[in-house]
Nanobody, 127 residues
Framework: QVQLVESGGGLVQAGGSLRLSCAAS????????MGWFRQAPGKEREFVAA????????SYADSVKGRFTASRDNAKDTLYLQMNSLKPEDTAVYYC????????????????????WGQGTQVTVSS
């Protein structure tokens, strides 16, 4: 099972930017489609973005489309999430996760298809 560790969270003002990182170890990174998810207080965990194992395909939740960009560096076994134009409603704990099956074939049920969750990193956007 792949192990994942997120970093890069913090406190930022609305309109600002942050870049999250997710370092993978334990398994071959290129065997996994990777995803970003978030969970705000009192809310369910939700899908944010995903990127295919080669980096050639990406998918985004409508709420972040045009503001967030997922990328990966397979030479460094690292996943990234560049977050621009942040809004207070982006405040949440952000998690990365991996899918050993080719999620981009169906792009269905991301919460059910991704696993090996990291511990999360807190992002707080002040108004």
């Amino acid at each position: 099972q792949v192990q994942l560790v997120e970093s890069g969270g913090g406190l930022v003002q609305a309109g600002g930017s942050l870049r999250l990182s997710c370092a993978a170890s334990g398994r071959t990174f290129t065997h996994y489609d990777m995803g970003w998810f978030r969970q705000a207080p009192g809310k369910e965990r939700e899908f944010v973005a995903a990127i295919s194992r080669t980096g050639g395909s990406t998918s985004y939740a409508d709420s972040v489309k045009g503001r967030f960009t997922a990328s990966r560096d397979n030479a460094k076994d690292t996943l990234y999430l560049q977050m621009n134009s942040l809004k207070p409603e982006d405040t949440a704990v952000y998690y990365c996760a991996a899918s050993g099956s080719p999620w981009f074939v169906s792009q269905a049920d991301p919460l059910g298809k991704f696993g090996s969750w990291g511990q999360g990193t807190q992002v707080t956007v002040s108004s």
